[in-house]
């Protein structure tokens, strides 16, 4: 059977991601035109400036915030971060780089923030779908309600966290709500249909 170029898509991906870099690189260079500008050339020249000076309080801010979230996860998670991209970036930088944007670092508590009363209600929605009724049970829980050793079975560090279970497995990793939750309802409806249509 006979391969040709245009059906594979892996290839396809890398040219174009190598040619949205080629086209990033070429609006920076054209830039170096409009330094000539009489209006424009003095103001790329202050941004050029201003660059080197905010790549320094970065590169101070990346210290700070490296440096609180190793301590305090290596204090509240101790073994439970994975020594991975995702688990470096999602568990141990984003927590205080939100610490920026007034986020809060929600570990277990038992009451639920803001942020779970938001998400229980796409759950309310979800057990009211045609598609999920019969075929998923949404249990909500708290510390308060639930035996607390299944915090600790399932390995769940803050809430609100999503555990898909099923015959008592797990079947698929907790989703933990860090980021916005529309965002996060978005990501869990799709690893229940993935699971559901697993299932068919």
Known sequence: MRHTMGNTPHLLTVARILMA???ELWYLQSLKFMISHSYLGP???MIKT???D???FLYIGFVFITAYGVVSRAMIMPNKVDFNVHGI?????YPPYS???GGNDKV???KPDEKSNRMEKYVNIWSEEDEFIDRIVFVKCNKERCNPDMFEKYNVEAIPTFLFINNNEQVAPPYTVFDEVRYAAVKIEAVINGLLNGAK
């Open 108 to 110: 277990l508590e038992g």
């Open 43 to 45: 103001k790329l020249e």
């Open 54 to 56: 905010l790549a320094s």
């Open 21 to 23: 870099v080629d086209l």
């Open 89 to 93: 970036f999602s568990r141990i930088l």
């Open 50 to 52: 201003m660059t080197r």
């Open 99 to 101: 610490f920026l944007f």
